[in-house]
T-cell receptor
C-alpha cells in the first residue's frame, strides 16, 4: 500500500521568512511524488514533482522540494514566503505499480504580513 | 492552453435525488480521473479512464455512482440516489499520456455538491 503523511495541519510563517511544509511517504518500490496547492474554491494546481534524478526539485512560484530516500520525506520549501502563498498544500504519491495518486490530508499555510 | 473544465460549479440537492457532473479535459489528454474531496481531507480517486476505457474503478460506490467517457473526451459522473455523505467537492483531472505513471495530473475547479 502507498500513503503519504502530512504531520502538520497548519503552518504559520511571517512574510519574508523561509517556509517548510512537511511530507513523508510509504510505498513499495520507487516513489513518484507530487506537490499541489489549492486556493479557496479552486481546484488543485500542480507545483512540482519528483520522478528520478536530482533530489532537489524546483517548481512553480519559487517553490522547491527535497527528496530524501533514507528519511522517506519530500518536504516543500520556499526561501522567502509571500502573503499570497497562503493556501492549502497537498503532497501525493504514486508507486510504480499503480496509477492513482494518493494524497495527504493537506497542510494549511498561513503567511502573515 | 485551456484547462480542465467542469460544470456546474455548485449544486445543492435533497437526499435521494440524482445529480450529474460534467468534465471536459485538456485537449489531447488521454487519461481522465474523477476524485472526491470531502471537507478536511485530500482527494480520493473514484474512477480513472484511459481514452474511453475504465482503468480503475475500485473505489467507486457502484450501487449509486456511475461514470462514462464517451468518444474518449468528455466525461460525466452521476450519483443516483444521493446520500448525505456524498456532500463533497468532485474534482476532474486529466493527464497527457495513456499509462504513464510519471505524468502530471491537471485538475479542474471542481463541483461542490451539498446534499440536504
Amino acid at each position: 500500500a502507498q500513503s503519504v503523511a502530512q504531520p502538520e495541519d497548519q503552518v504559520n510563517v511571517a512574510e519574508g521568512n523561509p517556509l517548510t511544509v512537511k511530507c513523508t511517504y510509504s510505498v513499495s518500490g520507487n516513489p513518484y511524488l507530487f506537490w499541489y496547492v489549492q486556493y479557496p474554491n479552486r481546484g488543485l494546481q500542480f507545483l512540482l514533482k519528483y520522478i528520478t534524478g536530482d533530489n532537489l526539485v524546483k517548481g512553480s512560484y519559487g517553490f522547491e522540494a527535497e527528496f530524501n530516500k533514507s528519511q522517506t520525506s519530500f518536504h516543500l520549501k520556499k526561501p522567502s514566503a509571500l502573503v499570497s502563498d497562503s493556501a492549502l498544500y497537498f503532497c501525493a504519491v504514486r508507486d510504480g505499480s499503480g496509477y492513482a495518486l494518493n494524497f495527504g490530508k493537506g497542510t494549511s499555510l498561513l503567511v502573515t504580513p | 492552453e485551456a484547462g480542465v473544465a467542469q460544470s456546474p460549479r455548485y449544486k445543492i440537492i435533497e437526499k435521494r435525488q440524482s445529480v450529474a457532473f460534467w468534465c471536459n479535459p485538456i485537449s489531447g489528454h488521454a487519461t481522465l480521473y474523477w476524485y472526491q474531496q470531502i471537507l478536511g481531507q485530500g482527494p480520493k480517486l473514484l474512477i480513472q479512464f484511459q481514452n474511453n476505457g475504465v482503468v480503475d474503478d475500485s473505489q467507486l460506490p457502484k450501487d449509486r455512482f456511475s461514470a462514462e467517457r464517451l468518444k474518449g473526451v468528455d466525461s460525466t459522473l452521476k450519483i443516483q440516489p444521493a446520500k448525505l455523505e456524498d456532500s463533497a467537492v468532485y474534482l476532474c483531472a486529466s493527464s497527457l499520456a495513456a499509462g504513464a505513471r510519471t505524468d502530471t495530473q491537471y485538475f479542474g475547479p471542481g463541483t461542490r455538491l451539498t446534499v440536504l
